[in-house]
């Protein structure tokens, strides 16, 4: 059994939390949400402040992430194979279609933005590199989690968590899509992440075969659909690029 150091997980657990949120956090809000004693809590952000991963707010005294951390997100982008091969290719489908791209992987159970490329005129707020994006209500998330088995298996019986009023918070109904998307081989979203806003995304396989990645573009419903459709010309675009990826990095199919 592997040894686990229960500070580093408390440390770990502080940063998730302040990635996941916009604002800067008190202490008090901290050690509510990790159920630790605050004076814990104090000692562990106070070590992340002294080596640069925390920063706190002189007026407000609340919490948000640090300098360091940049660094150390720039050398993974930096040296992530499915980015450095997927660049190019981004480039030239955002200009084929006029539309934001966005390069991701999958991240603890959720879709990690690698690479964005945005529109010339994209003025929607969009989940920028770094972001992390729920599976189920992204067509990028879907393009990963359709050739997952095993997190599709663990997809549970409850209503999954709604972001708009079109997300599929169905388990059964999410489940059958994802057999259609790994079939055809692309995925779609119609204001199920943000309103008014569609996306299509289609898988990257690796040298090994399995899915590494996902390529989407993102721009406002009527760009990117036909009535209830998206475009045939914009699925196959982004398909295309997805399969010019996948044979730059080895895919057994490409």
Not at 48 to 76: K, M, N, T
Not at 128 to 152: C, D, F, N, Q
Not at 156 to 183: K, V, Y
Request: aromatic letters at 4%; glycine letters at 10%.
């Amino acid at each position: 059994m592997a040894v686990q150091i229960q500070s580093i997980e408390r440390a770990a657990a502080v940063l998730r939390l302040l990635t996941g949120h916009s604002r800067p956090r008190a202490l008090t809000e901290l050690a509510a949400e990790l159920q630790l004693p605050k004076g814990t809590v104090y000692g562990i952000v106070r070590t992340l402040e002294a080596v640069g991963f925390v920063e706190q707010d002189r007026e407000s005294r609340r919490y948000q992430l640090g300098p360091a951390l940049l660094h150390i997100g720039s050398s993974y982008l930096n040296g992530s194979e499915l980015r450095r091969h997927a660049l190019g290719w981004a480039y030239t489908l955002a200009t084929q279609t006029g539309e934001g791209v966005r390069i991701g992987t999958l991240h603890e159970n959720l879709a990690l933005i690698v690479h964005h490329v945005p529109a010339a005129d994209e003025v929607l707020p969009m989940p920028e590199v770094g972001s992390l994006m729920p599976l189920h209500a992204t067509a990028l998330g879907k393009a990963l989690l359709a050739h997952h088995p095993r997190l599709v298996a663990e997809i549970g019986g409850g209503p999954l968590s709604s972001r708009t009023a079109t997300t599929i918070t169905d388990p059964d109904r999410l489940r059958a899509q994802l057999g259609q998307i790994a079939e055809r081989g692309w995925a779609d979203d119609f204001g199920e992440f943000r309103s008014g806003v569609a996306s299509i995304a289609a898988p990257i396989e690796a040298h090994d075969g399995a899915v590494a990645g996902a390529i989407a573009i993102s721009g406002p419903t009527a760009n990117i659909c036909q009535g209830d459709s998206p475009r045939a010309a914009l699925v196959g675009y982004v398909t295309d690029s997805a399969r010019r990826i996948s044979r730059q990095l080895g895919g057994r199919r490409w």
